[in-house]
């Protein structure tokens, strides 16, 4: 399995500005995806993440409010951009190896607070 | 378009007596089935996967979970619920290819009374 390290692990921020979240892979993995998991629902997708490529965003996701690094095979960001009390949620980040049969392995999630 | 169906929402069950959590799919092709359980607090944990093969899966923590094509269906079950089976529950689809994003389900809040 891989271990999944996201910093911070959680945070309380001002409306209006801006938060950067980090995740880091012990391995080198081709892909990784950012999900969101709003207070008590299910987790959606945010976007998938391919090394030296932008970004692939889902529905109602866009760049500005979501940018995403990846600058190499084990890491990347996800900045949330002008938060709003909206974007209180957890964060997570989760990777697939290429050897596997299509399970994700998950981060512990960024759970962050807009106040 | 591709989804995944938990009907129950927040089921509550005997410590001690069987459970099966419900988990309804929508795939264009053959998926990529799992379950994951979120303990408070805590991130998403692998409980068991479908991808081929027998259609009876066994998982951690004594879960399985059957696959049946011609009711869409990969419900979880487990003998004998203990306590520290509380959790959030989730049912996951696929692709038939590693790597990619997975779906989930709404989820199922399982509580266990003594």
């Known amino acids: 399995s891989a271990v999944i390290s996201q910093k911070p692990s959680r945070d309380i921020c001002q409306r209006g500005t801006s938060l950067t979240i980090q995740c880091q892979v012990d391995?080198?993995?081709?892909?990784m995806f950012w999900y969101r998991q709003q207070p008590g629902q299910s987790l959606t997708l945010i976007a998938t993440?391919?090394?030296?490529?932008?970004?692939?965003?889902e529905s109602g996701f866009v760049i500005d409010k979501f940018p995403i690094s990846r600058p190499n095979l084990t890491f990347s960001t996800l900045t949330v951009s002008n938060m709003s009390p909206e974007d209180s949620s957890i964060y997570l980040c989760?990777?697939?190896?290429?050897?596997?049969?299509?399970?994700?392995?998950f981060g512990e999630g960024s759970r962050l607070t807009v106040l | 378009a591709q989804s995944v169906t938990q009907p129950d929402i927040h089921i509550t069950v005997s410590e001690g007596a069987s459970l099966e959590l419900r988990c309804n799919y929508s795939?264009?092709?053959?998926?990529?089935l799992f379950w994951y359980v979120q303990s408070p607090g805590q991130g998403l944990q692998l409980l068991l996967k479908?991808?081929?093969?027998?259609?009876l899966v066994q998982g951690i923590k004594g879960f399985e979970a059957e696959f049946k094509r011609s009711q869409s269906s990969f419900n979880l079950r487990k003998p004998s619920v203990h306590w520290s089976d509380a959790a959030e529950y989730f049912c996951?689809?696929?692709?038939?290819?590693?790597?990619?994003?997975?779906?989930f389900g709404k989820g199922t809040t399982l509580s266990v009374s003594s």
């Open positions: 989760s990777v697939g190896r290429t050897a596997n049969t299509g399970e994700l392995f």
């Open positions: 391995s080198q993995v081709t892909m």
């Open positions: 993440a391919n090394q030296g490529s932008e970004a692939t965003y």
């Open positions: 795939y264009g092709a053959t998926p990529y």
């Open positions: 479908y991808f081929s093969g027998d259609t």
């Open positions: 996951a689809v696929g692709a038939n290819q590693a790597g990619t994003a997975l779906i």
